[in-house]
């Protein structure tokens, strides 16, 4: 091995020391630089074209900064999704029915023989009806609205068998004084 090292030393330095010899520089510098003009004025219109459109690709931090923006959107676009799924759980417990909103998680019997009238379309007796269709469309929608907006508090009370009782008995005392 120790001779194959020198011998590879020897044509090294051999290399080294050796230069070539140019007879005139100034033809040469004019040949490459025709030779690099002619390259240039070779590229076809549908390469120019590529580069000018692509030609961002080969600059490093104009790269990195489209994948940073590229990550940011699919971010964005990842979190807007969830956010509307979650709107469309919430909505789930709602119905529609002819353009008004249902209430259908509310266990009163007001609420069930109204969803009763509106499903079977059956209407209620003239000489009753104290109180418009558009105000019990109202009515309707201001109780789901609350039913959306405490849905939190009715799932704790819902949860909590002690705490339902509680609840109970002091809507029936409301119910009672209210009377």
Known sequence: MKTE??????????????KPVLTDVNSL????????QDEK??????????????GWVYIGW???TMIT????FAF??????????KQVKDLSGQRMQN????VTNLKDELTDQLRIFKLTGKKIPDEKINVSEKEIDDMIRSLNRLQVKYKDVINLVE????LKKYVESRMQVYRKNKI
């Open 62 to 64: 104009v790269r990195r």
């Open 29 to 36: 510098t004019e040949k490459v630089m025709r030779q690099l």
């Open 76 to 85: 964005l676009f990842i979190y807007q999704q969830s956010l509307i799924i």
């Open 99 to 102: 353009g008004s909103v249902v």
């Open 5 to 18: 090292d020198k011998k590879y030393d020897k044509v090294l330095n051999l290399l080294i020391k050796s």
């Open 41 to 54: 004025s070779n590229i076809s219109p549908a390469g120019l074209m590529l580069d000018f459109l692509f």
């Open 159 to 162: 949860k909590d068998p002690e």
């Open 69 to 72: 923006a590229v990550f940011a």
